[in-house]
Nanobody, 120 residues
Framework: QVQLVESGGGLVQAGGSLRLSCAASGRTFSSYTMGWFRQAPGKEREFVARIGWVRGNTYHADSVKGRFTISRDSAKNTVYLQMNGLKPEDTAVYYC?????????????WGQGTQVTVSS
């Protein structure tokens, strides 16, 4: 069973930085796509970024492109989301997700989420 545990959330001022971590366990992730999503109060969950586990190919949502960077450390089975230039509208619960396919279209596994709050 895949387990995803996020950490690194917190309170930060606008313009600041945070790095989220997602520790993955329970499987060999060689064919997986890993991703980050977020959900703000009263809004639907939205895609933030994804990364292919083997090739490391990445894709970021337009709303975070140039500010956020997804990466992974295969030896540690950990995925990261480096968030720079944070804005109040980035405030949300951030979730790590795993897709057993290389295409990032079937997010079968989810972490419990970590809160990110950006003050103005």
């Amino acid at each position: 069973q895949v387990q995803l545990v996020e950490s690194g959330g917190g309170l930060v001022q606008a313009g600041g930085s945070l790095r989220l971590s997602c520790a993955a366990s329970g499987r060999t992730f060689s064919s997986y796509t890993m991703g980050w999503f977020r959900q703000a109060p009263g809004k639907e969950r939205e895609f933030v970024a994804r990364i292919g586990w083997v090739r490391g190919n990445t894709y970021h949502a337009d709303s975070v492109k140039g500010r956020f960077t997804i990466s992974r450390d295969s030896a540690k089975n950990t995925v990261y989301l480096q968030m720079n230039g944070l804005k109040p509208e980035d405030t949300a619960v951030y979730y790590c997700a795993a897709d057993p396919t290389p295409w990032g279209a079937s997010w079968d596994y989810w972490g419990q989420g970590t809160q990110v709050t950006v003050s103005s």
